[in-house]
């Protein structure tokens, strides 16, 4: 199956059979995947088929987006710029697990975790 099949399937499951076009380009392209419509997992780097899976987790306008771990070095800004856009456009909430500092620098809000608890909370420009 290929990357924009693979979108289409999950719009699909969600009951939005035609899906929105508009918006499965604009994700693409977001994430830079505007010239992989039409390429299959093993035609993909590594870090391209890890976009394709958060292109599928956003496609379909979800309330609330749980990403961990979502950032690599090759396409740390790609993806920060998808969650930015897709915040800004749709008010959509990301919750993002990461240990990378410049990207929790760029949320809105932290919560530091330690043994799995919380020990500290606050909007970002207070941490």
Request: proline share 4%; with cysteine.
């Amino acid at each position: 199956m290929t990357a924009e099949g693979n979108l289409r399937l999950v719009e699909r499951i969600h009951g939005n059979g035609g899906g929105n076009a508009q918006l499965r380009r604009d994700v693409l392209r977001l994430l830079g995947l505007e010239d992989k419509l039409h390429h299959k997992p093993l035609e993909l780097s590594g870090g391209e088929q890890q976009r394709v899976a958060l292109a599928r987790a956003v496609v379909t306008r979800p309330a609330i987006v749980l990403a961990d771990e979502p950032l690599d070095s090759e396409n740390s800004a790609l993806v920060l710029n998808m969650f930015q856009e897709l915040n800004y456009r749709f008010n959509q909430t990301i919750i993002m697990i990461t240990h990378n500092p410049e990207a929790a620098a760029m949320c809105k809000r932290i919560v530091q975790m330690r043994d799995g608890h919380i020990v500290e909370q606050a909007p970002t420009v207070r941490l």
